[in-house]
């Protein structure tokens, strides 16, 4: 079966933005409608159009009264909204989801990112539509006959499979797309999920939060995609402003995976947001301690301060395992959580053979 055909409004008053997002949008694949204004925009909704790119300010109708306007009669799994804005205020933000904003991309606009996220939305939309589809076809089903509802389930079932197995694909894509920039690989992003799922299992976490850790890990550095490529790629040390604006990464992860119903990305945004939080609580960006820390940002910052030594980097060859296992030792109590790196130091032999797994690739 083709892929389907999605159209996206994109609303904004200034004509050179609207033509650079248009441009993006139909080179990602989609069909475009353009609107001046929110009028134009509340006037378009009709025309099929499946996503709406929205400026924050515009004339007549802003973005967040065109959200509202939407809202009145369809959901945000029908029609989702992305705003663009430079707005960063926590009120702005709150204004915003209260309006019945799905997602925001934050000026000046990166192609890539604009591409997954929509994408990633787009996604979400088609799986509730089939979920939903699927939901109808069941309660006609159970009307019917209990040997066809038998048959329904199973394939409600296996849709739901399909639908998770596809939103994780593309949690690890967003991911991805996060290490690229750093010039990593795809497996440091599966080696941090796994290494945590080690720890989390030998710390006799629920089995539930165990699943969710091997694909909520890998979600630590999404942030990296808001973090200017001059300062994340630079080869020298870093400068006091850099390292300010370095550290914004927590709280950029923690806002791209804000306001999720997915418990993964939920986790996700927990460690994004405090994989940096130190134990004796002089981390940034909040400055928390202990089991103030979510415990499995505290099990990923163990386990990426280990793979990011052990592997090699353009500017400098990867540290000895040896080495690397005696500098989380002498942090313990400082930096990590003591009861995490007495468990990594159990578990040390399984993590260095899932290590081994990934040498040359």
């Keep these: 079966m083709s892929e389907p055909k999605y159209t996206i409004l994109v609303a904004d008053d200034d004509e050179m933005i609207r033509t650079l997002h248009s441009e993006f949008v139909r080179g990602f694949g989609y069909d475009v409608e353009l609107a001046v204004d929110g009028i134009e925009a509340i006037a378009k909704i009709g025309l099929g159009v499946d996503l709406v790119l929205t400026d924050a ?3 007549n109708l802003d973005g967040f009264e065109v959200a509202r306007r939407i809202r009145q009669t369809r959901s945000a799994d029908e029609l989702p909204i992305v705003m663009v804005t430079s707005l960063e205020a926590r009120e702005d933000r709150l204004r915003a989801y209260e309006s019945g904003i799905n997602d925001f991309i934050n000026k000046p606009v990166d192609h890539t990112e604009l591409r997954l996220r929509l994408k990633w939305l787009l996604e979400l939309k088609t799986a509730q539509e089939e979920l939903r589809r699927a939901k109808e076809g069941l309660e006609g089903t159970v009307a019917r006959r209990t040997k066809d509802l038998r048959h329904a389930l199973e394939e409600v079932t296996r ?3 399909e639908i998770q197995a596809g939103h994780l694909d593309t949690i690890r894509r967003l991911t991805l797309a996060a290490e690229y920039k750093d010039h990593d690989t795809a497996g440091h992003i599966e080696r941090i999920g796994r290494y945590s799922q080690v720890v989390g299992m030998a710390m006799h976490l629920q089995p539930g939060t165990v699943d969710l850790l091997l694909h909520a890990a890998p979600m630590h550095d999404v942030g990296k995609l808001g973090i200017p490529d001059s300062i994340l790629l630079k080869p020298g ?5 850099e390292r ?12 791209i995976l804000a306001g999720s119903t997915s418990p993964v990305i939920q986790m996700g945004e927990r460690v994004a947001l405090t994989h940096h939080e130190r134990w004796n609580g002089e981390g940034y960006p ?6 103030e820390i979510p415990i499995e940002a505290r099990i990923c910052s163990v386990v990426d301060f280990f793979d990011a030594l052990t592997m090699d980097r353009p500017y400098r060859k990867a540290v000895p395992n040896d080495e690397v296992v005696k500098m989380i030792a002498s942090e313990s109590g400082t930096s990590f959580d003591p009861s995490v790196v007495e468990i990594f130091m159990d578990v040390r032999e399984e993590i260095e053979e899932i290590q081994r797994e990934y040498v040359g690739s």
């Design 237 to 241: 040390p870093l400068d006091e402003e």
């Design 159 to 161: 849709a739901q499979r």
């Design 286 to 291: 909040h400055r928390i301690a202990k089991e």
């Design 244 to 255: 300010a604006i370095m550290n914004t990464h927590t709280t950029i992860g923690g806002q």
């Design 57 to 59: 300010h515009m004339p």
